[in-house]
């Protein structure tokens, strides 16, 4: 018989239905029992009534893998409005012991160590498979969106043969014959690069950073979604593209999951009907101290974490939305943005903060050869490690801007989650790789 | 103006055009200058007649970024069947000097060295787009086939706590407080992790292995499209997948990009009418062996380059197709591979064979805690070290399968390119790394 997944059973009442799934619950009434069965396609219940039947799921805990037979039945009071009477269960991998943690409440609830300790485990509470199923589309529908824009999609190297930024923060690769090799902190120079050969380019990528700080926002290793074009006019091009490209995904999710959204206790983000507020960091500044008697002062032209949660806050009250941008920063540390030619002590630089946190950064990159080479020079970098970046310049780049996306800043935003590792599958920091815990 | 695009000019007979876009050839005849302009939508002709625009670009070299605006004319000569006959011009970034390779060539016919020396240009050859933009669209096509069939995206870490395989050929990664991490060599356990959480999963990821060989089939940075699925009936259903999901991909660039293939001299695949061929390693040697008197014998049933070549062009021969199912593998590597419980001496394992080359291998997993257990305990494994890998078995995990295609041999076979190494932007190998020359 034809396997069925749990979602198809409201649309099969009164007839015989073949399930394959994990045992989620188990209600052993005596006379009768419950099984919540999950698949792929959620969780229906199933109504054991034979004691034979009852016998076989007693002992089985959650996780159990079994295979049922029976009939699809009404039942308005479950959440799917149908069950099913089993008549036939197999049981192909019973579990005999409880799992150390309770997958199968509605909230986890347990401390963000123990989620990941059991990370195998919590991926299996209905709620976090909601999350990460949110989180693949995100990656669908920002890829969606680029296509349409004409945007080429490429794979950015990960291993770098001198560090991809700067030397700081850089982790090492042991090669062959004792020599060291780097991991990509940013697929920046290859995603201009790769400009000369389709003009707009798209990538989504791991990147590495060897900070040694343990915040809520920040993590070894993450995902970033960017982009690249060349040809623009000015770097608010390039903030439009990606305006558009965050609205049809957000758009995108509200008309997929807006039921979802409501069920786990979610918030759909406010977005503005017209243009998301532009701000420049001065600005910004201001509006800070003038509201909290924060002083506007900052060591560089720049945002603290502090200053991304008042402005949204404020952004939020006074524009209804959720996004905003920060632009015209000043923080002189990247060879390869322009300072603003009528101001140079403000960049060409922008951030989309969403909720009162960064999720994008961007700039307009110098795009002249020998205005590059000079800040290669000046920061004192070795020419020839930069040769392929700098043939691209050298042999005709066009005014051109870019911007990144942080994969697993966006899903915390999205879901008001408080640490960037409830968003994150298999997060690295300095006590767990993979979100396994390091031997001490 | 608002910009067209090269590829619109013929909709835009009669009409003014305004372009941006980068010198690719150009052909001064002293009265009359012709000039391709290229742009992400293609190359077109522009036609200089007035001395002045001709003065403009007569000291100009390929890669120089323009912006025109002129008249969109019928040139039934040209390969676009229109050219623009330019009335204003303006140099935005003027290059003085030739490129040091002819990227603007039909062919690019330059040395493989010389291609990665300067892949910044050579991606700029026509040719070279092509692939490359065929490649994104095989990243395109396989997530869509997936998904359509309920496979979930997730982003698999590349940063591991201990070596995601076996300890050999693993690149070490410096950790603080001078521990040791490691890149993956696979997603393997961490889409087994997954299928805990939505039975059915798909990544496109970075892998990497240090192996100290040099051949045109491998390298030390490739792309993994990996996909594994639970409650299987048996590892044939695995294998239907791929083969439906690469006939999808297929099929998809033959309707995209069937002309371009012939103008680029390249050839489509041959898609057999029903199934990919499915041949037991056993029976392919002995086929080999009859055909060619190469002796069927090998230390382990396994496969040599030549096998694959040689069967490859018999079942092209026979059954009319590029693909085939090489299957029942014996190899005794990994520990979580099933042997065939009707005959231990052949495991359920499949390789996918395209042209002659495996671009796609897999196995059916073991998904019994206990015998899993046994195997990494028999392997002399640390068991400590696969923690989260055992606990999404030992609570509850249904008999399952996956396989992997490597993306650059993929697109390799598809053109019929020599070296992998032209099917990758930013290949890595012992000399290079993200195609950069390592200094010596």
Chains 1, 2 share one sequence.
Not at 132 to 155: M, T
Request: aromatic share 10%; no cysteine; proline share 5%.
């Amino acid at each position: 018989m034809k396997r069925a997944l749990t979602s198809q059973i409201p649309d099969k009442i009164g007839q015989q239905v073949y399930l394959k799934g994990w045992i989620y619950r188990v209600r052993d009434l005596g006379k009768i029992a419950f099984v919540l069965l999950r698949d792929r396609g959620g969780v229906v219940q199933l109504v054991l009534e034979k004691p034979d039947l009852i016998k076989q799921v007693r002992d089985l805990h959650p996780g159990s893998v079994i295979y049922v037979e029976g009939k699809a039945v009404q039942a308005p009071n479950t959440e799917l409005g149908a069950e099913v009477h089993v008549e036939k269960l197999e049981v192909v991998v019973p579990i005999r012991e409880a799992p150390p943690i309770k997958y199968y409440e509605k909230d986890l609830n347990v401390h963000l160590d123990t989620e990941l300790d059991y990370r195998p485990l919590s991926i299996r509470n209905l709620k976090k498979i909601f999350i990460f199923k949110v989180q693949a589309f995100i990656l669908e529908a920002f890829r969606e969106a680029l296509r349409k824009r004409d945007f080429v999609e490429f794979r950015a190297p990960i291993l770098m043969p001198v560090p991809s930024e700067s030397g700081a923060d850089v982790f090492e690769v042991n090669f062959f014959d004792k020599r060291t090799i780097y991991l990509a902190q940013s697929p920046q120079f290859y995603k201009q690069i790769m400009l000369g050969a389709f003009e707009r380019v798209f990538t989504v990528t791991p990147v590495f950073r060897a900070e040694k700080h343990n915040t809520t926002r920040h993590l070894l290793e993450i995902t970033q979604m960017d982009a690249e074009m060349a040809f623009i006019d000015s770097y608010h091009d390039a903030m439009d593209i990606a305006e558009e490209v965050i609205r049809e995904v957000m758009e995108g999710i509200k008309a997929k999951f807006s039921a979802d959204f409501k069920r786990y206790g979610f918030e759909l983000p406010l977005l503005p009907k017209g243009k998301f507020p532009k701000l420049k960091i001065k600005e910004i500044l201001r509006i800070i101290e003038k509201q909290t008697g924060k002083s506007a002062k900052r060591p560089e032209l720049d945002l603290d974490p502090e200053d991304e949660r008042l402005i949204g806050e404020y952004v939020r009250k006074k524009f209804n939305s959720d996004f905003l941008w920060a632009i015209n920063f000043k923080k002189d540390k990247n060879l390869y943005t322009w300072n603003d030619p009528e101001n140079p002590y403000e960049s060409l630089s922008y951030d989309m903060l969403f909720r009162g946190l960064e999720v994008l950064s961007g700039t307009q990159r110098i795009h002249l050869h020998d205005k590059l080479l000079e800040n290669i020079k000046k920061a004192g970098m070795n020419v020839d490690n930069y040769r392929h970046y700098l043939m691209a310049f050298r042999y005709g780049m066009p005014p051109e801007a870019g911007w990144s996306f942080g994969l697993e800043r966006l899903t915390k935003q999205l879901f008001g989650l408080k640490n960037i590792r409830e968003a994150t599958l298999f997060p690295a920091d300095l006590k767990r790789i993979a979100a396994q815990r390091l031997a001490d």
